[in-house]
T-cell receptor, first 114, second 118 residues
């Protein structure tokens, strides 16, 4: 397997549920990212990790909790979400922070909150 | 803060024709990177082309080329000989180099939906 893999592809959950999104990269990259993509809005950066340390928490509500156990894996733990949290959640990785190397994206998890 | 603006929510082109997607950005930095990403429907976002701000020469990748106007802070994407597979959402993105207090955040525009007509 190569690239950035996200699971699940689709997730439907109630507002009181707890679930987790998983991202795995097989590129040997050191930086990983979570983005939220809503209709008619630019991608919103949520979290940035570099070498398993959180670099940025972009004013994200505490109902989203990231975890980066190693440089290949990134999780987004979800609890008590709101309907406005329904969106496509994209994971990305890059060789290092910044630089000319692009970010590589996963297919995303389509999240629907009932 | 850096901002990226794509003023064309939707564009369309006939197969084999040429189309140009617009992007402008705002920054006080002199050194940065610019990218165009393509996101086909229900598929992965992939890099189309990138440009380093210190390079005067416009980047080219096969049928894709950019018109980088640094003074005007403009970074348009030209797609030549358009193909049906080019239909997608296109995002323009800006990034500072990492260093100091900057971690090289990638800032995206709102996206342009490109439709290719056979």
């Amino acid at each position: 397997e190569t690239g950035v893999t996200q699971t699940p592809r689709h997730l439907v959950m109630g507002m009181t549920n707890k679930k987790s999104l998983k991202c795995e990269q097989h590129l040997g990259h050191n930086a990983m990212y979570w983005y939220k993509q809503s209709a008619k809005k630019p991608l919103e950066l949520m979290f940035v990790y570099s070498l398993e340390e959180r670099v940025e928490n972009n004013s994200v509500p505490s109902r989203f909790s990231p975890e980066c156990p190693n440089s290949s894996h990134l999780f987004l733990h979800l609890h008590t979400l709101q309907p406005e949290d329904s969106a496509l959640y994209l994971c990305a990785s890059s060789q290092v922070l910044g630089g000319r190397q692009p970010q590589h994206f996963g297919d995303g998890t389509r999240l629907s909150i009932l | 803060a850096q901002t990226v603006t794509q003023s064309q929510p939707e564009m369309s082109v006939q197969e084999a024709e040429t189309v140009t997607l617009s992007c402008t950005y705002d920054t006080s930095e002199s050194d940065y990177y610019l990218f165009w990403y393509k996101q086909p429907p229900s598929r992965q976002m992939i890099l189309v082309i990138r440009q380093e701000a210190y390079k005067q020469q416009n980047a080219t990748e096969n049928r894709f080329s950019v018109n980088f106007q640094k003074a005007a802070k403009s970074f348009s994407l030209k797609i030549s000989d358009s193909q049906l597979g080019d239909a997608a959402m296109y995002f323009c993105a800006y990034r500072n180099p990492a260093g100091g207090t900057s971690y090289g955040k990638l800032t995206f525009g709102q996206g342009t939906i490109l439709t290719v007509h056979p």
